[in-house]
């Protein structure tokens, strides 16, 4: 079974903070996904990778930026949290094309 | 762009019956893949069912099922026999069927309740 792992399921940090969310897959995948999960908006997306140190810009990339250095893992950064922020954010991966494998989320408050 | 669209926030159903959830996409390309997720408390999303465009046949997992029109552009979910862990959010998903660095559209979800 595909496992991907988020480094934290609730998360509280302060406006202004740097924020670091990870996520790891253990399935050798090529693409990775960051999302925010909101009410009523479904899964937006941020970034996404298909390879080692390459990013592309999802839908809502403002104010975040992501790192992979290595396949099996990729990170959200939040250079300076904002309450804006606050939200669940979903990790994914996938092969070429196809389904997606999820985390299990982490719920990040900005107070 | 691809745009998903479920209508139906919220929707009620009584254990053991059938319940069907709606969704329409819209999109320019002709070979694509749809799908159904499901977010239960828990907050794992789980994939439920799978539907290549190229495929006629609706396809079917167990109690779920979809009824895909593809000159509709219109993509709904089945459960039959529904019980009290089905209650979850549903998501409806797009995606391209490309070589690399396929992304999927998501819809804003439909939740789920089962009674009992």
């Known amino acids: 079974d595909v496992k991907v792992t988020q480094s934290s399921r609730y998360l509280v940090k302060r406006t202004g903070e740097k924020v670091f969310l990870e996520c790891v897959q253990d399935?050798?995948?090529?693409?990775m996904f960051w999302y925010r999960q909101d009410p009523g908006l479904g899964l937006r997306l941020i970034y996404f990778?298909?390879?080692?140190?390459?990013?592309e810009k999802g839908d809502i990339p403002e104010g975040y930026s992501v790192s992979r250095e290595k396949k099996e893992r990729f990170s959200l950064i939040l250079e300076s949290a904002s309450t804006n922020q606050t939200s669940m954010y979903l990790c994914?991966?996938?092969?070429?094309?196809?389904?997606?494998?999820f985390g299990p989320g982490t719920r990040l408050t900005v107070t | 762009a691809q745009t998903v669209t479920q209508s139906q926030p919220e929707m009620s159903v009584q254990e053991a019956e059938t319940v069907t959830l709606s969704c329409t996409y819209d999109?320019?390309?002709?070979?694509?893949?749809l799908f159904w997720y499901k977010q239960p408390p828990s907050r794992q999303m789980i994939l439920v069912i799978r539907?290549?465009?190229?495929?006629?046949q609706n396809a079917t997992e167990n109690r779920f099922s979809v009824n895909f029109q593809k000159a509709a552009k219109s993509f709904s979910l089945k459960i039959s026999d529904s019980q009290l862990g089905d209650t979850a959010m549903y998501f409806c998903?797009?995606?391209?069927?490309?070589?690399?660095?396929?992304?999927?559209?998501f819809g804003e979800g439909t939740q789920l309740t089962v009674n009992p």
């Open positions: 539907q290549e465009a190229y495929k006629q």
């Open positions: 998903a797009f995606g391209r069927a490309e070589t690399s660095g396929s992304r999927l559209t």
């Open positions: 994914a991966s996938s092969l070429t094309f196809g389904e997606q494998y």
């Open positions: 990778s298909y390879d080692v140190k390459m990013k």
């Open positions: 399935m050798d995948h090529e693409n």
């Open positions: 999109t320019s390309e002709n070979n694509y893949y």
